[in-house]
C-alpha cells in the first residue's frame, strides 16, 4: 500500500526567498509520484511528476523536486519564492498500473508568500 | 487546453435530498474521476471510470454512486444527501494510455452544503 505524508500543513516564505515543501513517501513497489497544485477557488493542476530516469524533476512555473529512494523523499523546491507562488500544494503517490495504482494525495501544504 | 467543468460551483441540499453532481470534459479522455476533498485530509478517490458505463470504487464510496452514459460526461448521485458529506468534490479525467502515471486535469470543484 503507498501513503504520502507532507510535512507543515502550512509554510509561510518571504517573497524571493526559497521554497521547500517537504514530501515522504511509503510504498511496496516503486513509486510514481507527483506535486499538484491548487489555486484559490480553482481546482488542481499538476507542476510535476516523476515516473523513471532522471531523479530531478523540473516543472512549471520554476519549480522542481528530487526523487531520492534512500531517504523515500520527493520535496519540492523553488530558489526564489513569488507572491503568485500562494497555493496549496499537493504530494502524491501511484503504485503505476493496475486496479492499485489510484493516486494517493497528502493532506496538502498551504504556502503564503509574505512581501 | 484540456477543460473539465463542473455543472454548479456551489450546491446547498437538504438533508436525505438526491444529489447530481455533473461533470464534463472536452479531450476524449478514457479515464473520469470523483474526488472528495477535505481540509486537513487532502484528496480521496470516491470512484472512478475507465470506460463508458464502466466504474470502480475508490477509497470512499459508500453513500454515492457514479453514472457514465457518455465518454465525456461522468455524473457523481448522493442518493439520500447526508451532513457529513458536506465537502467539495473534485472531478478529473485522464487519457487511459499510461494509466494512473497519466496527468489528471481537474475541474473547479463543487463546494457542496447539507443542511
Known amino acids: 500500500a503507498q501513503s504520502v505524508t507532507q510535512l507543515g500543513s502550512h509554510v509561510s516564505v518571504s517573497e524571493g526567498a526559497l521554497v521547500l515543501l517537504r514530501c515522504n513517501y511509503s510504498?511496496?513497489?516503486?513509486?510514481?509520484l507527483f506535486w499538484y497544485v491548487q489555486y484559490p477557488n480553482q481546482g488542481l493542476q499538476l507542476l510535476l511528476k516523476?515516473?523513471?530516469?532522471?531523479?530531478l524533476v523540473k516543472g512549471i512555473n520554476g519549480f522542481e523536486a528530487e526523487f531520492k529512494k534512500s531517504e523515500t523523499s520527493f520535496h519540492l523546491t523553488k530558489p526564489s519564492a513569488h507572491m503568485s507562488d500562494a497555493a496549496e500544494y499537493f504530494c502524491?503517490?501511484?503504485?503505476?498500473?493496475?486496479?492499485?495504482?489510484?493516486?494517493?494525495f497528502g493532506k496538502g501544504t498551504k504556502l503564503s508568500v509574505k512581501p | 487546453d484540456v477543460k473539465v467543468t463542473q455543472s454548479s460551483r456551489y450546491l446547498v441540499k437538504r438533508t436525505g435530498e438526491k444529489v447530481f453532481l455533473e461533470c464534463v470534459q472536452d479531450?476524449?479522455?478514457?479515464?473520469m474521476f470523483w474526488y472528495r476533498q477535505d481540509p486537513g485530509l487532502g484528496l480521496r478517490l470516491i470512484y472512478f471510470?475507465?470506460?463508458?458505463?464502466?466504474?470502480e470504487k475508490g477509497d470512499i464510496p459508500e453513500g454515492y454512486s457514479v453514472s457514465r452514459e457518455k465518454k465525456e460526461r461522468f455524473s457523481l448521485i448522493l442518493e439520500s444527501a447526508s451532513t457529513n458529506q458536506t465537502s467539495m468534490y473534485l472531478c478529473?479525467?485522464?487519457?487511459?494510455?499510461?494509466?494512473?502515471?497519466?496527468?489528471?486535469?481537474f475541474g473547479p470543484g463543487t463546494r457542496l452544503l447539507v443542511l
Open positions: 471510470s475507465y470506460d463508458v458505463k464502466m466504474k
Open positions: 516523476y515516473t523513471t530516469g532522471a531523479t
Open positions: 502524491a503517490v501511484s503504485a503505476g498500473g493496475g486496479s492499485q495504482g489510484n493516486l494517493i
Open positions: 510504498s511496496s513497489v516503486p513509486p510514481y
Open positions: 479531450m476524449d479522455h478514457e479515464n
Open positions: 478529473a479525467s485522464n487519457e487511459a494510455g499510461g494509466g494512473w502515471i497519466e496527468t489528471q486535469y
